[in-house]
């Protein structure tokens, strides 16, 4: 099928393109992108109004298969995903079996083609049975399909463990995404530690129980040369080392998620579980400090941690109720509303948070831009669509999210992924 896209706002930062243009979608490729193409054979979309942007890219979801179908299947998932514009997703091994071998890599790889309507990218377990203590066989892992190696949901605690890690893995060009947590000064922590935790007799975990691990990978990155992918960043102590490993030319990388720069600790005096993730939401000067890291760029991008839970497993007392909340739906309006339209950050550095960041510290080639003969794999934006979120209507097979009737401005309005248009509004 041939594609054209008419009028659009093309905004690619991998190629400093943000303009009126249009786009030509020949053998699910990117074969022209002109200020005007006539081509009597394609099929028009129009996209007046709308920004055109590279396939977006969610590095750290959670899809629970195998395993845990309850919460979610690789194809909800994948649906899920599509309704909040991302055209590719990688799926953390926390799966029961933990995704550790290539059998498992391969299984979910032949789910995501059977059911998948976007792409899936399986990251597969640093340990066996990500259990820290053994490493996994990453290289065969690799080879199978996975682009990256993580415990997420468990940090990896023994450091040696850590260096051999990034070792191996920077061997196949895979980073190594860490779960920062010393568990040991988390302590069964269930919330931020400060005032709210104080005042509302809840167990806290400490900002330092995240900045101690970060620094640590940061050390261990310099010595080794290996590539450490800090995920979902959350404290002001986390994103000032990450700075300075930067400018000291460590191979480090980090996310920040939307609950990360949306909402603060206070929010918990609901005792919603809703509100409960690891990490915990911080302080306001945590999220400032988010905030001012988004906008220099010590921050490469936003992910979603999307963490589907079952009623059941969400309704009861907050001490007992497990972290995570969904978020593929809500992500992109969460950004276009908080960071965008607030002046922060603009529209083209939205994109290389949510594309062009991501496809390059995965090393997805062809992902990420519309260079011709890229992927057409492609997000559409509606930046001024007015939204009230409403998570009954999520095409996850789970509820569990903290932004449930919030009103929004900004939001997906379609995607096309390998060329075939899977929605447009």
């Known amino acids: 099928m041939r594609i054209l896209i008419k009028n659009g706002r093309v ?3 991998s190629q400093e393109l943000d303009d009126t243009r249009d786009i030509l979608i020949a053998d699910g490729k990117i074969a022209r992108v002109e200020p005007a193409i006539v081509d009597s054979e394609a099929r028009v979309v129009q996209a007046v109004g709308q920004i055109v942007a590279p396939g977006f890219i969610d590095l750290h979801t959670h899809l629970r298969e195998p395993g845990r179908e309850d919460k979610e299947t690789i194809a909800s998932g994948c649906e899920d995903a599509a309704a909040g514009g991302f055209t590719s997703i990688c799926c953390m091994p926390n799966t029961n079996p933990v995704n550790d071998s290539r059998s498992v890599t391969e299984f979910i790889l032949a789910r995501a083609r059977q059911g998948g309507i976007v792409n899936v990218f399986p990251i597969g377990a640093v340990t066996k049975g990500s259990a820290g203590d053994h490493l996994a066989e990453i290289g065969d892992m690799h080879e199978g399909g996975c ?4 415990d997420d949901g468990k940090p990896v605690k023994n450091a040696l463990i850590m260096r051999r890690a990034l070792e191996y893995a920077s061997m196949f060009s895979m980073p190594v995404i860490d779960h920062c947590e010393d568990s040991n000064l988390a302590d069964g922590g269930v919330m931020h530690e400060g005032y709210y935790s104080t005042l509302l007799g809840l167990r806290g975990i400490p900002a330092m ?3 101690t691990m970060v620094q640590r990978d940061i050390i261990i990155a310099a010595a080794t040369g290996g590539h450490v992918h800090i995920a979902h960043i959350s404290t002001a102590g986390s994103v000032a080392a990450v700075r300075d490993g930067k400018k000291r030319g460590v ?7 939307p609950h990360h720069f949306s ?5 918990v005096v609901s005792y919603e579980t809703a509100m409960k993730m690891n990490p915990p939401l911080r302080g306001e000067s945590d999220v400032q400090a988010i905030h001012a890291a988004i906008k220099d760029g010590t921050i490469d991008c936003i992910a979603t941690d999307h963490a589907p839970h079952t009623y059941d497993d969400k309704n009861v007392e907050f001490d007992y109720a497990p972290f995570g909340i969904v978020g593929l739906e809500t992500a992109v309006s969460l950004a276009l509303d908080r960071l965008v339209n607030t002046g922060l950050i603009s529209v083209l550095r939205l994109v290389a948070l949510f594309s062009t960041h991501p496809a390059r510290i995965l090393g997805l080639k062809n992902k990420g831009t519309l260079r011709i003969g890229a992927d057409a794999d492609i997000t559409f934006l509606n930046p001024q669509k007015k939204i009230a979120i409403d998570a009954e209507r999520f095409r996850s097979k789970s509820r569990n999210s903290p932004f449930h009737g919030w009103k929004l401005k900004g939001s997906p309005a379609g995607v096309i992924v390998g060329g075939k248009i899977i929605w447009h509004d």
Do not use: G, N, Y
């Not at 909402?263 to 929010?267: G, P, Q, V």
């Open 11 to 13: 905004v690619d930062p």
């Open 263 to 267: 909402l603060t600790d206070k929010e």
């Open 147 to 150: 682009v990256a190696i993580s």
């Open 251 to 257: 191979r480090v990388t980090c996310e920040v998620t």
């Open 209 to 211: 129980a995240e900045e």
